[in-house]
């Protein structure tokens, strides 16, 4: 019986293995950075969505209560039973700053699906969880927000400080061009108070809220790093003028804009400016 002879094929040799592995890399570097820019533009859109979502809500809120629009909540003690009747929705009692109870508020009924639902609507998709500022710790922070409204929308009695539901949604001069909305970078509370901003040599350091609006969708490396510099510094061109965030105006639309775009100009959040 004839045996037949086995040609064995020589196997790839360790030069061969090393371009391929070398090829596959390269692949992956050229592949990594629109990779990355998709899923960004995807969680963007998202986010707008939800942004639309809460403005909508409190269309509807205004269209059943004579257009006034609900009051944004300050900060954990603003709590209570006129807090019940006016706030778009209530802290949590006892709790941190920037944790909302979704539960409570004006726009529960606005807002169906659940507790569940609205936390995920308020809470970005591209937010990885920056720490909030002026109150919780790296530790300690679990603040379930990522937008907040135009602080002036709160309209509480000038001279009592009583609660009242916020202005006219109709009042607002020139709707398309104020931000009811913004997109900020850990929101310690609903209530979103930006300042005129425009004087950087008499003012170097910009932030003098802790209010600060997001830079996320232009990528992570714009969110924490420079979110405390100044408007003098090179820096700032990596958080104010490359960063994006969303910001949804008092008409309705959305807008995808740098930090420095709505900073230095106040016509976009000052209500009472000059039109």
Sequence with gaps: MRQRSVTRRPGFTLVELLVVIGIIALLISILMPALTKARNQALAVK?????????????????????????????????????????????????EWGIMDYDKGVLVPYMPGGVTVRKDTF???????????????????????SYSFNAMVNSDHPTTGARRLGIRLGSVK??????????????????????DLTDTVTTPHPMRSDD???????????????RQTSPLT??????????????????????VLSPDNVYRRPKYYMLTAPE
């Design 212 to 226: 600060i609006l997001t830079a996320r969708h232009a990528g992570q490396k714009y969110v924490n790093a420079t």
């Design 123 to 145: 809470y970005c998709p591209g937010d990885l969880g920056e720490v909030t500022q002026g109150g919780g710790t790296p530790s300690s922070d679990k603040r379930n927000l």
């Design 47 to 95: 986010c707008m969505n939800q942004s639309r979502q809460i403005y909508l809500a409190c269309a509807m809120f205004a269209q059943d209560n004579k257009g006034h629009l609900p009051r944004a909540a300050v900060g954990p003690g603003d709590i209570g039973p006129e807090a019940e009747k006016t706030n778009a929705f209530l802290h949590v009692p006892g709790a």
């Design 174 to 195: 020139n709707a398309a061009a104020k931000i009811y909305i913004f997109e900020e970078q850990a929101p310690n509370d609903l209530w979103c108070l930006l300042w």
């Design 234 to 255: 090179s820096d700032w061109r990596k958080y104010g003028l490359i960063g994006k965030g969303n910001h949804t105006f008092f008409d309705g639309h959305t807008e």
